[in-house]
């Protein structure tokens, strides 16, 4: 269904051709004709232009001169921006299959070209009724070179997968895919890579007392799932789990504190940290990487109703801290504290989790980043940084001063689960730490998790970020 990455030793004659270049040499223009190789040095000599297309009829050709950057990361990034202008002309000529000549480029070049091509080519078209006109796939993209193996490409197939797998469940409105639909997805994923998985419905929940959870189902007429995700290969490297936890609300109306103007849409999306953990595991178990990892997704619906969640209600969470509401629309940091706290029984060496949690780290950073704090795991952020430079889905660290948790204090209860209108997604991290016993990484993908203006190869809608992210840095741990 995605585009597919293959090798190919040679190019046949009549492909559609993409020639990556460093240089306007005379390896890149073989291709051409004296016209042709006149008219292009002219233009790249006197306009510095880079970028030539010929339509052939029969075929179409493209040069593309890319330009090398002194930073590694910032070149693979250009590398993936030319990528997605290309598939626009691509999609235009309604090719299917395009081979791609790069033979002065790396490893990591090519593939990033290659996935720059999948990532930009996806399109959400499950409810268009005129398939026909909606489809626009680039089906095969044959890269010609020496420089990659089998497995490179193997794996690139397996991570545009899940990322692009993480971008359909977040743009599936609810009323194709509540809680329960989501856990049914997760366990489709799950058995499809040959992960454990057990999915709690509300009467396990209900037993397991997970009050956070369960207050923020109040008001909806779909029950919370609460999925558990575990990969543990013979040979893994960690004895204690990786575990990623995903903010699985489905739908968030703000509940009895709804949501006014324009801030209800695109709440379809306020599981993208869920479709992000799960994406990743489901990568991460197929890629057979020999790590030790586990996925926790909490989920349901956040509505008002007669029996809705209330400001000023006083829930016992699942650990037994009782936390005062001050705003149902703050609910993501309900369900997870409850998943934090159930995180606490693998004894995990890491857990990250992943939310769409609030409005203040996408006022702080816009839709470039994620905004990322962390308590007792300095060596692990550093690393997921670095993971963050090498796949563009760049890491922000913010403070995490202990004077922040001072906010939350409550009159009546053990705590309030919202601090004030300053910083407020460093409160809602540290509401969060106070459920974990563990080193621990907190990211807020408010931003970057949907857009509703095609921003290049991410997309439009959900942009599947995360999974690149942490499957980069699940690499780097083995
Ligand atoms: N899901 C939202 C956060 C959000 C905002 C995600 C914009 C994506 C884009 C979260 O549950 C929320 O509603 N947060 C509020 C809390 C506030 C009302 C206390 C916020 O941050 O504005
Ligand atoms: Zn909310
Ligand atoms: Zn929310």
Redesign the pocket.
Known sequence: MFTYINQQSQIPENATLIILSKEMSQNALQNFSDDEKNYMEVQFVRHKNRSFYFNKLSHQLFLEIAEVKENHEHFIESLRLIADRLVNCLQQAKVQEVYVQAYDFDKDEILAFAEGLVLANYSFVAYKTDKEKSARYLEIIQLVSNNIKQADLDELNIVTEATLTARTLVNQPVNYLNAVGLAEEIKTMAEDVGAKVEILNKSKIEALKMGGLLAVNQGSIDPPTFSIVEYKPENAVNKKPLVFVGKG?VY?T?GL?I?TGE?MN??K??MGGAAAAVSSIYAIAKAKLPLYVIALIPATD?RPGQVAYASGDVITMFDGQTVEV??T????RMILADALAYAKKFDPMLVIDLA?????A?RAIGHLGVVAMGANSDSFMEQLKLSGERTSERIVEFPFWDEYAEELKSEIADMIH?GGAEG?AIT?GKFLEKFTDYPYIHLDI??P??TTKRINYRGIGGTGVGVRLLFDFAKSLV
């Open positions: 609300v968030d703000g504190n949501k801030f695109n709440m999306s306020d956040n001050i705003n629309d703050a609910e993501g769409t949690l609030t409005g203040s996408v919202l407020g809602a408010a931003g998790a949907f």
